[in-house]
């Protein structure tokens, strides 16, 4: 896997494969320093990134606590294990994908848990609209009285990526942003003309045989959110849409709603790659969000 460090795309035809761009963020153990080609410096990533701690298995998280506000649920918080003493810790609006909570968000939750990040899954109430649900996560974490405001961040998937986007633009929601796979056409096209400078970094993660995430559209994208900021997109190759979905063989590869477009794309689960991905989302989040201190 080769990622570039700067405002150039790399298409080295690695497996996989990772831009950064505007600065870039430290990246995942396993890189090592690389040739710099026309001011770009390349790097090496090993395909199976360290965690940020010991990883957490589901049961060592406990069970997760109901959030509610006057509307009603909000979603459901995960704590780090041993909470030591009663400071404020940093925390993660996780928004799943088009049809709502499922099992794809386990790995990242037990990375974000063991990374000491508390994370609440929004659970929308029927027929409520996403990003509607967006902003009551964010109401409730920033009321929490475990959660340190200024250190929101956010982790959205697919059509749940998109609604948190639109639903906090031009808003200081999030400290820092981990979105996969969004629809990166359709988002870019709805982001408002004008768009308010972000308050913290961007990562960006799709597959790069996704019809609904498009390379290009991604890298604009990409660019358009994270500003000035340090931010980072990384393309995966031989990745369709949601390759971190649970295997559930015969049945797959199946259809699920793209987000933001009319139709469906397929997915093809990828086991190995969920476990790299999920790494890299749960290091640059606990990363962005640690620089207040824990």
Partial sequence: MAIALGNTDDSTPHPFRATARHGGGRGAAGRKCGATLGGVVLVALALAARPVAARLS????????????????????????????????????LVHDALGPDPRSLPYVEQLAAAGLLVLEIA????????????????????????????????????????????????????????????????????????????????????????????????????????????????????SYAWDFPSAEPLAPWLYPAPGEAGRVRIRPWPELTALSASEAAGFLASALRQGGL
């Fill in 124 to 239: 929308p109430e029927p027929d409520e609209p996403a990003m509607e649900a967006v902003r009551r996560g964010v109401a409730a974490l920033r009321a929490h009285p475990r959660v340190d405001a200024a250190r929101v961040g956010l982790l959205g998937f697919g059509a749940g990526a998109r609604a948190a986007v639109l639903a906090t633009e031009g808003t200081d929601a999030f400290a820092t942003r981990a979105l996969l796979y969004p629809g990166c056409a359709g988002l870019l096209r709805d982001l408002p003309a004008a768009t308010v400078a972000p308050r913290g970094g961007l990562l960006l993660m799709h597959g790069a045989e996704d019809p609904a995430n498009a390379e290009a559209d991604c890298s604009a994208l990409a660019q358009r959110l994270a500003g000035n900021l340090p931010g980072r997109r990384m393309a995966f190759r031989g990745a």
């Fill in 58 to 93: 589901a049961d060592e998280l406990g069970l997760p606590v109901s959030i509610e506000d006057p509307a009603g649920r909000v979603g459901l918080m995960t704590q780090p294990a041993a909470l030591a003493d009663m400071r404020l810790l940093p925390a993660v609006l």
